[in-house]
């Protein structure tokens, strides 16, 4: 073996060290949002580098996970978190349920993802031409248990002016975003962390056409 190739050995090791020494969650929640974005501008100008899916990875995570952002997305096939982001094994701790709503599991969840696992960012992430808000929209009857899963976005729907607006799904989308965002804020142990400087709660809209995602206000 040459000294390069011994050069490049050692500092290989060292950066693996350093890995362990601070855990990717060791970050603000302003540079775990900025790190998500980079990753949907990535995957949107078809510049992936598609991180952390080697076998070495997931060898490393057994050990144990310390995901820097926190999702509570729709159940939607074409919504997959970790590819739109660009992200890979042990990055995100993702709920998904159809409608993307702060059920009390999905809440449970998200806490321990937060202040358990340490994610820094906790994105709800709704998405265009979501079923589960368009059939809340029509109102009409469903099969099987279904309705469960329509009535908490229920009041995203009452809080618009007219049903059949065009653009009433869209709008109805947005607040259920808007919604369940501020009903996350509402766990004690959640809003602790945000004051604590340790988490930041925001909405955002998947587009599936273009497959950018833009942060809600
Ligand atoms: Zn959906």
Do not use: W
């Not at 321990?112 to 709800?124: D, H, I, Q, R």
């Not at 607006?165 to 004690?188: F, R, T």
């Amino acid at each position: 073996m040459g000294a390069g190739a011994l050069t490049a050995g050692l500092v290989r090791t060292g950066a693996m060290a350093a890995e362990t020494a601070s855990p990717q969650n060791s970050i603000t929640p302003d540079e775990a949002l900025k790190k998500l974005m980079e990753g949907n501008k990535r995957f949107v100008g078809g510049e992936t580098i598609m991180p952390n899916r080697s076998m070495a990875r997931v060898r490393e995570l057994a050990k144990g996970q310390k995901p820097f952002a926190a999702f509570l997305s729709c159940a939607d096939s074409r919504v997959p978190v970790e590819i739109l982001f660009d992200q890979g094994f042990g990055d995100v701790f993702v709920c998904r349920v159809a409608g993307n709503t702060a059920t009390a599991e999905e809440t449970g969840s998200l806490e321990f993802g937060a202040a358990v696992l340490g994610a820094k960012v906790l994105m709800v992430l709704g998405h265009e031409y979501c079923g589960a808000v368009k059939a809340t929209l029509a109102g009409k009857e469903v099969p099987g248990s279904i309705q469960a899963v329509l009535d908490p976005i229920k009041p995203a729907v009452a809080m618009l002016k007219d049903k059949k607006a065009k653009g009433a799904l869209d709008e109805a989308i947005a607040n259920n975003v808007k919604l369940q965002v501020a009903k996350l804020k509402e766990s004690p142990l959640l809003s602790s962390l945000i004051k604590e400087d340790k988490l930041k709660i925001v909405g955002a809209v998947y587009d599936l056409d273009e497959g950018k995602v833009t942060l809600l206000t």
